[in-house]
C-alpha cells in the first residue's frame, strides 16, 4: 500500500466553482501535513500547512481528519490559475522523510 | 535572491555514459534531496543528506550516487545510465531534517536512450 495516496483526477471545473478533493495516509504516527502545488512539471511549491484544527488561506481550506487517516483540500471561488496539480506531503517525524502523493490535477476552464 | 540550482536542465546521453547533475542551495541549508518523479508514481527519494559529508539513501537509491562535500552543494551522479533511469530529476533543500517547508530546484528531465 502507497503511504499517500490521492485521487489523480482530472477534476474539471469552471472559473468560480468550488473543488474539494482527499488525500489518504497509511501511517498513523504521520506528524505533519502538506499541501504543494506543482505546474505542468515545473517545481513544487509549498501551498500550505495542514493543521489539527483546520485552516484557511484566503480561498482555500484544508482539514485533517486523524481518525480516518485523511486530509483534504478545498478551493472556493476557483481561478484559471489554479489549474496545476496538488502533492499531497507528509511527514513521519520519527525519520523526517516527506512523502509525497502523485498529486490531483485540477483543470479550470473560462 | 533564494534559490535552489540545478544544472542541467535537460539532458538527453545514451546507456552507459556517466553523467553528474548538479545541485547548488544558497540559503545555508543543513537537509538536501534529490528526488524523481515518474507519471502516476509521485515524487520518490533517491538519496537525502542531513548534512556537509553525511547521506544517506532514499527510497530509490539504485544505480545513483551522492556526496556532500560542502554545505552548499549535492551533486547526483549516474555511473552508468540506463533507460530506467529516463525521468524528472528534482534536488531539494530544507534548513534542517526538522523543519518541514522544502524548498526544490526547477528540475532536470533526463531520457537516456
Known amino acids: 500500500r502507497k503511504e499517500v495516496e490521492q485521487d489523480p483526477g482530472p477534476f474539471n471545473v469552471p472559473e468560480g466553482a468550488t473543488v474539494a478533493f482527499n488525500c489518504t495516509y497509511s501511517?498513523?504516527?504521520?506528524?505533519?501535513f502538506f499541501w504543494y502545488r506543482q505546474d505542468c512539471r515545473k517545481e513544487p511549491k509549498l501551498l500550505m500547512s495542514?493543521?489539527?484544527s483546520g485552516n484557511e488561506d484566503g480561498r482555500f481550506t484544508a482539514q485533517l481528519n486523524r481518525a480516518s487517516q485523511y486530509i483534504s483540500l478545498l478551493i472556493r471561488d476557483s481561478k484559471l490559475s489554479d489549474s496545476a496539480t496538488y502533492l499531497c506531503?507528509?511527514?513521519?517525524?520519527?525519520?523526517?522523510?516527506?512523502?509525497f502523493g502523485a498529486g490531483t490535477t485540477v483543470t479550470v476552464r473560462a | 535572491e533564494a534559490q535552489v540550482t540545478q544544472n542541467p536542465r535537460y539532458l538527453i546521453t545514451v546507456t552507459g555514459k556517466k553523467l553528474t547533475v548538479t545541485c547548488s542551495q544558497n540559503?545555508?541549508?543543513?537537509?538536501m534531496s534529490w528526488y524523481r518523479q515518474d507519471p502516476g508514481l509521485g515524487l520518490r527519494q533517491i538519496y537525502y543528506?542531513?548534512?556537509?559529508?553525511?547521506?544517506d539513501k532514499g527510497d530509490v537509491p539504485e544505480g545513483y550516487k551522492v556526496s556532500r562535500k560542502e554545505k552548499r552543494n549535492f551533486p547526483l551522479i549516474l555511473e552508468s545510465p540506463s533507460p530506467n533511469q529516463t525521468s524528472l530529476y528534482f534536488c531539494?533543500?530544507?534548513?534542517?531534517?526538522?523543519?518541514?517547508?522544502?524548498?526544490f530546484g526547477p528540475g532536470t528531465r533526463l531520457t537516456v536512450l
Open positions: 531539494a533543500s530544507r534548513l534542517s531534517a526538522a523543519h518541514n517547508e522544502q524548498f
Open positions: 501511517n498513523s504516527a504521520s506528524q505533519s
Open positions: 495542514v493543521y489539527s
Open positions: 506531503v507528509v511527514n513521519i517525524r520519527n525519520d523526517y522523510k516527506l512523502s
Open positions: 540559503m545555508n541549508h543543513e537537509y
Open positions: 543528506s542531513m548534512n556537509v559529508e553525511v547521506t
